[in-house]
């Protein structure tokens, strides 16, 4: 099984530039990129819809669903504004400067994360290594972006 899960990971990780200019080009035909957004979330929920329904998943009842703490509901619109950013970033930016500074976003607050174990993760205390490793992340997407 961490094999599958191995192979589909590094596949979503390989559909992460594609995604971006796939939505530009969506809005640069609708004329907006909060449309081009709206239609994608709109075709991704209707996918997840159709696979519950086709894993018999049962729906969670009304007092799991209220029971949820508040900030549980906020990743939508986290994902709502990191698909809108990447579809207004890549034509101007370019897949590789969107993705190199995704990432470097990504490590800088995933570094945060695991040093205070935010939401369950295990905590692993900020390091020289570490910090180095972030700057030299960072470095790239200065020279991605100038080169």
Excluded: E
């Amino acid at each position: 099984m961490d094999g599958l899960i191995l192979v589909l990971t590094a596949l979503a990780g390989c559909l992460m530039p594609v995604q971006p200019a796939v939505n530009a080009v969506a809005a640069q035909l609708m004329g907006s990129p909060y449309l081009a957004s709206f239609f994608s979330f709109l075709t991704g929920t209707l996918v997840l819809g159709l696979l519950c329904l086709a894993l018999r998943l049962p729906w969670p009842d009304g007092k799991i669903l209220t029971a949820l703490p508040w900030w549980v509901w906020s990743a939508g619109t986290m994902g709502a504004f990191f698909v809108t950013m990447t579809i207004v970033a890549v034509p101007h930016l370019g897949a590789m400067s969107v993705m190199a500074l995704l990432v470097a976003g990504q490590m800088g607050m995933s570094m945060v994360m695991d040093h205070f174990g935010w939401l369950g993760i295990p905590a692993q205390p900020i390091s020289l290594g570490r910090i180095l490793g972030a700057i030299l992340l960072f470095a790239g997407v200065v020279m991605i972006r100038k080169f």
